[in-house]
């Protein structure tokens, strides 16, 4: 059965297709034809129920006012941001150099091998930093750091200090980690530059994942990166890279490590292998790791103490979103992301054993009343602040059982907190007492959905003055991008 018709690209020659998502037996597949190099058919995702269930939480966004481009190929081919654009900018990308320190096969961009220098100036990054900021009617509020391995560059500190001159509240280096390790002082200078997050390359718990993927063992050199990060105070993401066969049987042990080192690791970011290059189509199905697949691994190798059912899409947090833009009475960064691009869920941890916030608050009962509060703020005035105010005062305790929240933290007081004195105290208490796993699928030729790329919330700055959505950031515009700016590139430059 035919779940919708969507457009998407050839794996061969990129060239933009028809496409229809179906339903099978127990996965929903993507298939497709090329005029030129036949029919192809992909896992879109590996459980049919699990679709099902993500599928209620779609929430529509309307993009920015000010696009970058016009409409002219459609979408995904003229990326901008371009009208078609249904969502916001949450999160910025900048890929400051793709020069790096390692020479990783499963990488996005590496200088070495393509042999030419992609590195926006000082300049060019802070007016690529302000076309984030000049979006409509939300400006980006985070943005992260990347390549390439951001910190080669020798004026790493100063560009950090520079997103946060710019107005940026959140600010991210995505990093393999090796400064870190081998320069300790430079987390202490990040942290007081004013970065929030390191998010930190980390496939796996042993040396086996590492050799496999990066070549060497870097396991102690992560292990001491985040050692150094812990003196500086500076927060942790471990961002590991899901490839099947390789680290999947991992997906518990990352988790039990992030919760040992809970007072610096804030959250661990799966994301499972995209196939952005030539791959055979036999190795992209026996390598593909969903994100079925993934909250399966997560219950299997917890024990059950996270289950399947305790993820939600990132697009089910839009009530939260649009409560606080009527309460406050202007637009709010909200996650109107398609709600099969990701999911996640924050967990409690007491004595070391992990708690889902699922497991002793009714989510979906929580998200009712914020829709219900919504709707009396928007139509009642100062009469239906009040109203919404006190209800949520009243009703969000109710959705607490007790008997199964942590004993050594006020969930209760935290909530009322949070929602009816907007207290950020409170929240950075929720925050240092959880951590939030969750897994990003971004999409490859193979299972590319145009529709997914309208929705996507997390955007490439380049130097041109364009703003491209992730996925056709690495499966279509890359090289071009890199090109269009790039120099000669020197052995010595790395």
Request: charge should be neutral.
């Amino acid at each position: 059965m035919v779940i919708k018709k969507t457009n998407s690209l050839c794996p061969v020659c990129l060239r933009k297709i028809k496409a229809e998502v179906l339903e099978g037996s127990e996965k929903v597949i993507i298939r497709k034809e090329c005029p030129e190099h036949g029919i192809f058919e992909n896992v879109y995702w590996s459980d049919k129920k699990a679709y099902e269930r993500f599928s209620n939480y779609d929430y529509k966004g309307e993009g920015i006012l000010n696009p970058q481009t016009e409409t002219d190929k459609g979408c995904p081919l003229d990326c901008g941001i371009c009208p078609q654009h249904e969502s916001h900018t949450i999160l910025g990308l900048i890929d400051v150099t793709n020069r790096c320190n390692l020479n990783c096969p499963i990488c996005f961009a590496n200088a070495a091998v393509s042999k030419y220098l992609y590195e926006p100036s000082y300049e060019e990054i802070r007016q690529m930093l302000r076309n984030l900021r000049d979006n409509r009617p939300v400006p980006t509020p985070a943005i992260q750091y990347a390549g390439g391995e951001p910190t080669v560059r020798k004026d790493i500190v100063d560009l950090v200090k520079l997103a946060r001159e710019e107005g940026f509240t959140h600010i991210q280096l995505a990093t393999n980690g090796v400064k870190l390790a081998t320069k300790p002082e430079l987390a202490r200078e990040l942290r007081e530059a004013g970065l929030n997050t390191v998010y930190l390359q980390f496939d796996g718990v042993t040396e086996e994942p590492y050799f496999e993927s990066r070549g060497r063992n870097l396991l102690p050199i992560k292990l001491k990166a985040i050692e150094n990060c812990r003196k500086a105070n500076l927060g942790i993401v471990l961002v590991p890279t899901l490839v099947k066969g390789i680290n999947d049987h991992q997906v518990g042990d990352m988790i039990r490590f992030a919760v040992k080192n809970i007072d610096i690791i804030r959250g661990v970011n799966f994301q499972p292998v995209s196939f952005t290059g030539r791959t055979p189509a036999d190795k992209v199905e026996e390598q593909r790791i969903t994100i079925p697949d993934f909250q399966r691994l997560v219950e299997e190798q917890t024990n059950g103490q996270i289950k399947m059912e305790d993820f939600y899409p990132a697009s089910s947090v839009c009530p939260i979103s649009d409560f606080v833009a009527a309460l406050e009475g202007e637009p709010q960064v909200t996650f109107t992301c398609h709600p099969h691009c990701g999911t996640a869920t924050y967990i409690f941890v007491e004595n070391s054993h992990m708690i889902p916030i699922t497991h002793f608050i009714d989510v979906d009962k929580f998200f009712k009343i914020l829709e219900k509060d919504t709707q009396d703020l928007k139509e009642g005035g100062l009469t239906g602040k009040a109203k919404a105010i006190a209800r949520s005062a009243i009703e969000l305790p109710k959705l607490l059982d007790s008997s199964k929240a942590p004993k050594s933290v006020d969930i209760k007081n935290i909530l009322i907190s949070i929602f009816k004195e907007r207290s950020y105290k409170a929240l950075g208490e929720f925050h240092k007492r959880t951590l939030l796993i969750s897994c990003m699928h971004f999409m490859d030729p193979w299972n590319f959905d145009i529709e997914r790329v309208k929705r996507c919330v997390i955007h490439y700055a380049i130097p041109d003055g364009r703003i491209i959505p992730f996925c056709t950031m690495n499966s279509i515009y890359r090289e071009s991008v890199e090109r269009k700016f790039a120099k000669p590139f020197k052995e010595k430059s790395a």
